[in-house]
């Protein structure tokens, strides 16, 4: 009896423990909280004077390849940026994965749709409401509203990924490469095994023919900042 019940009490807990109405409804508000946190971080550093503000380094990417592609007169230049160079990452991350899964794509698709409309959306009403800041107070005003933008980002990334139905395709990226920044066997790294197994490469040189060992370094640590690399 005690072991089948510790047995019980150590299978992981599988499934949601939430519904998939509750899901669906915590990722819409995280699609409308995140595209309205990148929009106050642009459109408050593009309004701001001196522009000493900024924004995440993939909405300004977007924001910036947008205008300069389609012209700032052009109302929908922040959705094809955004909606674009999104699928574009999705196809990157297929590359790097060695894997052409068209469910992964399709979900970022999920998500890049409705996250670009409303980029766009809350762009056309905050950059028609929203002055130039010259003076003091008003400097200082939007430096709370591009910090408050910032923290609608970090909420809303953390809502969706813990809702874990479809992810931002730049997510799925930082999700393959860490693995491969931090010098672990991952993903791309599966089919470099099965090479080493069949072929000897990568092995650990105590190893016998066609053998790996668990804890074989297959990955060359990555050169360190404090060697003079990359100074």
């Known amino acids: ?3 089948n019940a510790a047995s019980a009490t150590s299978k992981p807990v599988q499934g949601r423990t939430i519904s998939m109405s509750a899901s669906l409804a915590y990722f819409a508000l995280s699609i409308v909280v995140n595209s309205m946190g990148n929009v106050l971080t642009l459109v408050t550093s593009s309004h701001i004077h001196p522009q000493f503000l900024g924004s995440a380094y993939w909405t300004a990417a977007e ?5 300069a592609v389609l012209g700032k007169g052009n109302s929908m230049a922040l959705f094809w940026a955004f909606m674009i160079l999104g699928m574009l990452t999705s196809v990157l991350n297929a590359i790097l994965m060695h894997k052409w899964d068209w469910h992964r ?28 800041a010259h ?15 910032v923290t609608f980002i970090g909420v809303a990334i953390s809502i ?23 010098g ?7 089919g470099f095994i099965h090479s080493a197994n069949d072929h000897g490469f990568g092995r ?28």
């Open 105 to 132: 794509i399709f979900g970022n698709f999920l998500f890049m749709l409705p996250f670009s409309i409303f980029i766009q959306w809350f762009s056309n009403i905050f950059n028609r409401i929203m002055p130039d």
């Open 184 to 190: 672990q066997r991952h993903l791309g790294y599966v």
């Open 160 to 182: 969706y990924q813990r809702v874990n139905l479809v992810l931002h395709p730049a997510d799925d990226l930082f999700q393959i490469l860490l693995p491969l920044l931090q």
């Open 135 to 149: 003076s003091l107070p008003m400097i200082i005003l939007y430096v709370l509203i591009n910090f408050l933008g």
């Open 63 to 67: 924001n910036n390849l947008g205008y």
């Open 1 to 3: 009896m005690e072991s």
């Open 204 to 231: 650990h040189p105590s190893n016998g023919p066609g053998q790996l060992r668990v804890g074989d370094d297959l990955c060359p640590p990555l050169p360190r900042w404090d060697h003079g690399l990359g100074r």
